[in-house]
């Protein structure tokens, strides 16, 4: 595998799926916290911040 | 022979008749527009897609991420009610699939700000849907905090814009333009380039008399700069492999009886897997694709969760009418539906009574005389519970119980409900109340004395 400039995309859906997978395995989800709204709001708002960036750059390595 | 030429292809004998020996590269695109771009069709794909196309097929139109057309529709199906899903095999079924080797047609969207601009847009209203949302968590929520996020958002959007030199005077570095092809030789197409705007070909026929023309290659058209070949990524193989591998000792060492492997916990762990896929991928390697199953896991695991194991009963809409208390049951079970269960018509006597209600999806109310001692205990999986005034709401197992006093000559009715996915209501009523509930395509099941009657709408 070789090292590539940092991926924001792949970062922020991995994240959210260790932290489902983590919430969700538990036998007794019962977070207060960690509750749908919550967790769904933030996870849009990383992901479009991840868009963002992600675009932004494309953007930028386009000019010629 | 001349004339003949000018009926079949105008543009091109237009050409012939006024471009001169040495044409200028740089006018030719805008001379053959239509030679250059493929026909922009909304058809299937067979490069890169993972079930039917669709996707990689709309993105292609678009100009877009598949693994962004990919998240819309599972978010589309998960949060629309399934819309996504129906939407998705409608287009299955209405778009052809494209031949193969046909190439990707250049992208379509609209320059607002630059080439990026649509993938920009996206990103501001996901932001700002994600505001709304949280806006709703907020206690005291003003509408000026709204829209000061919304205009915070734009403006960091529009000072991304103008720091990142769209004007050509950002901070930003310019990427070099590609080295130019020799001086000489005649004229050919360039290669397709896929997912880019391909150049307009040039013209590789004799422009008149039949004699190939050699033109200056001084001043070429600059070809727009293809992504480069990104190398195979083993991450992953190595994923599906670490998968692979955590399952099976799992369910070895649960055959062992070392420890008892659970169909969640199972998910949960190559979840887990798929995720940490993904934050090495962030860095090293490349497995955006393990978003897409990542997505089915996750949903599976929270349906595994959310979907209580013991319900029995069909789906539709159902109310429960007790008319007297030997038709009280002490069970009332429903698979997918609305369901009221209305005890404002009984008549409670000094007995105790337990009485529980289980429904997989969908809204349940139930519906106590005022006058009766109640103990209530209700679970929602996900979704809304209002037990006698109090809300809570949420993912995850919610559960709360509360106790309301009554007349002290009539017995405790001890109620308990489970909800899979829906809202809960557990209220005081009168006899009519649950007018307000019943749709009119409600199953009215009455059960009296020597009957059962079942209203259909």
Same mark, same amino acid.
């Given at each position: 595998m070789r090292r590539h400039r940092f991926d924001p995309i792949a970062f922020v859906f991995g994240a959210a799926f260790i932290a489902v997978s983590a919430t969700l395995a538990s036998s007794h989800f019962a977070f207060p916290v960690l509750r749908l709204r919550w967790l769904g709001a933030l996870f849009l708002l990383a992901f479009g911040v991840a868009l963002? !960036?992600?675009?932004?750059? /494309?953007?930028?390595?386009?000019?010629? | 022979m001349t004339d003949e030429r000018r009926d079949e292809t105008p543009a091109e004998s237009s050409e012939a008749d006024?471009?001169?020996?040495?044409?200028?590269?740089?006018?030719?695109?805008?001379?053959?527009?239509?030679?250059?771009?493929?026909?922009? $069709?909304?058809? /299937?794909?067979?490069?890169?897609?993972?079930?039917?196309?669709?996707?990689?097929? &709309?993105?292609?139109?678009? +100009?877009?991420?598949?693994?962004? =057309?990919?998240?819309?529709f =599972?978010?589309?199906?998960?949060?629309? +009610?399934?819309?996504g899903l129906l939407v998705y095999i409608v287009m299955w079924l209405v778009m052809p699939m494209a031949p193969e080797g046909e190439p990707l047609p250049p992208p379509a969207h609209t320059d607002w700000f630059d080439s990026s601009s649509a993938w920009r847009w996206t990103a501001i209203g996901l932001i700002i849907l994600a505001v709304v949302l949280l806006s709703h968590n907020i206690w005291?929520?003003?509408?000026?905090?709204?829209?000061?996020?919304?205009?915070?958002?734009?403006?960091?959007?529009?000072?991304?814009?103008?720091?990142?030199g769209h004007n050509g005077n950002g901070r930003s570095t310019p990427t070099p333009p590609p080295p130019r092809p020799p001086a000489?030789?005649? !004229? &050919?197409?360039?290669?397709? !380039?896929?997912?880019?705007?391909?150049?307009?070909?040039a013209p590789t026929e004799p422009i008149s008399g039949g004699a190939t023309t050699h033109v200056a290659r001084s001043t070429p058209p600059a070809p727009i700069p293809s992504p480069a070949a990104r190398p195979p990524s083993v991450l992953g193989r190595l994923?599906?492999?670490?998968?692979?591998?955590?399952?099976? !000792?799992?369910?070895? #060492?649960?055959? #062992?009886?070392?420890?008892?492997?659970?169909?969640? +916990?199972?998910?949960?762990?190559?979840?887990? *897997?798929?995720?940490?896929?993904?934050?090495?991928?962030?860095?090293?390697?490349?497995?955006?694709?393990? *978003?897409?199953?990542?997505?089915?896991?996750?949903?599976?695991?929270?349906? &595994? +969760?959310?979907?209580?194991?013991?319900?029995?009963?069909?789906?539709?809409? &159902?109310?429960?009418?007790?008319?007297t208390?030997?038709?009280?049951?002490?069970?009332?079970?429903?698979?997918?539906?609305?369901?009221?269960?209305?005890?404002?018509?009984?008549?409670?006597?000094?007995?105790p009574r337990r009485v529980r209600v289980d429904l997989a999806f969908g809204n349940l109310t139930v519906l106590v005389p005022e006058n009766v001692p109640v103990f209530a205990r209700a679970?929602? /999986?996900?979704?809304?519970?209002? #037990?006698?005034? $109090?809300?809570?709401?949420?993912f995850g197992y919610v559960t709360d119980e509360r106790r309301e006093d009554g007349d002290p000559k009539i017995g405790l009715l001890t109620l308990r409900t489970d909800l899979g996915f829906g809202n809960t209501e557990i209220r005081r009523g009168r006899p009519g109340d649950a007018a307000r509930y019943v749709s009119s395509d409600h199953v009215r099941v009455d059960i009296g004395p020597g009957r059962v009657r079942v209203n259909t709408p």
């Amino acid at each position: 595998m070789r090292r590539h400039r940092f991926d924001p995309i792949a970062f922020v859906f991995g994240a959210a799926f260790i932290a489902v997978s983590a919430t969700l395995a538990s036998s007794h989800f019962a977070f207060p916290v960690l509750r749908l709204r919550w967790l769904g709001a933030l996870f849009l708002l990383a992901f479009g911040v991840a868009l963002l !960036i992600t675009s932004t750059r /494309r953007g930028r390595d386009r000019k010629p | 022979m001349t004339d003949e030429r000018r009926d079949e292809t105008p543009a091109e004998s237009s050409e012939a008749d006024t471009a001169p020996a040495t044409a200028d590269p740089q006018a030719a695109p805008s001379q053959t527009p239509a030679a250059a771009a493929p026909p922009r $069709r909304l058809v /299937r794909r067979r490069d890169g897609k993972i079930l039917g196309g669709v996707c990689t097929g &709309v993105a292609a139109y678009f +100009g877009v991420d598949p693994v962004l =057309v990919r998240v819309g529709f =599972v978010l589309a199906a998960v949060l629309g +009610g399934g819309s996504g899903l129906l939407v998705y095999i409608v287009m299955w079924l209405v778009m052809p699939m494209a031949p193969e080797g046909e190439p990707l047609p250049p992208p379509a969207h609209t320059d607002w700000f630059d080439s990026s601009s649509a993938w920009r847009w996206t990103a501001i209203g996901l932001i700002i849907l994600a505001v709304v949302l949280l806006s709703h968590n907020i206690w005291h929520f003003h509408a000026s905090l709204f829209w000061g996020l919304v205009l915070l958002g734009v403006g960091v959007a529009l000072w991304s814009r103008e720091f990142h030199g769209h004007n050509g005077n950002g901070r930003s570095t310019p990427t070099p333009p590609p080295p130019r092809p020799p001086a000489t030789g005649p !004229i &050919v197409n360039p290669p397709p !380039i896929p997912l880019a705007n391909p150049p307009p070909a040039a013209p590789t026929e004799p422009i008149s008399g039949g004699a190939t023309t050699h033109v200056a290659r001084s001043t070429p058209p600059a070809p727009i700069p293809s992504p480069a070949a990104r190398p195979p990524s083993v991450l992953g193989r190595l994923v599906v492999g670490a998968a692979a591998l955590a399952v099976g !000792i799992a369910v070895l #060492l649960d055959n #062992l009886g070392t420890v008892h492997a659970r169909p969640r +916990g199972v998910i949960a762990l190559v979840l887990f *897997i798929v995720g940490l896929g993904l934050i090495v991928g962030a860095w090293w390697g490349r497995a955006r694709w393990l *978003i897409v199953p990542g997505a089915v896991l996750a949903l599976l695991l929270a349906g &595994v +969760g959310v979907l209580p194991t013991h319900v029995r009963g069909g789906a539709g809409n &159902v109310d429960w009418t007790p008319a007297t208390l030997t038709d009280l049951r002490t069970q009332y079970q429903h698979g997918a539906g609305n369901a009221v269960l209305d005890l404002t018509n009984l008549t409670f006597d000094a007995q105790p009574r337990r009485v529980r209600v289980d429904l997989a999806f969908g809204n349940l109310t139930v519906l106590v005389p005022e006058n009766v001692p109640v103990f209530a205990r209700a679970s929602v /999986r996900g979704g809304k519970l209002d #037990l006698f005034g $109090r809300e809570n709401n949420g993912f995850g197992y919610v559960t709360d119980e509360r106790r309301e006093d009554g007349d002290p000559k009539i017995g405790l009715l001890t109620l308990r409900t489970d909800l899979g996915f829906g809202n809960t209501e557990i209220r005081r009523g009168r006899p009519g109340d649950a007018a307000r509930y019943v749709s009119s395509d409600h199953v009215r099941v009455d059960i009296g004395p020597g009957r059962v009657r079942v209203n259909t709408p």
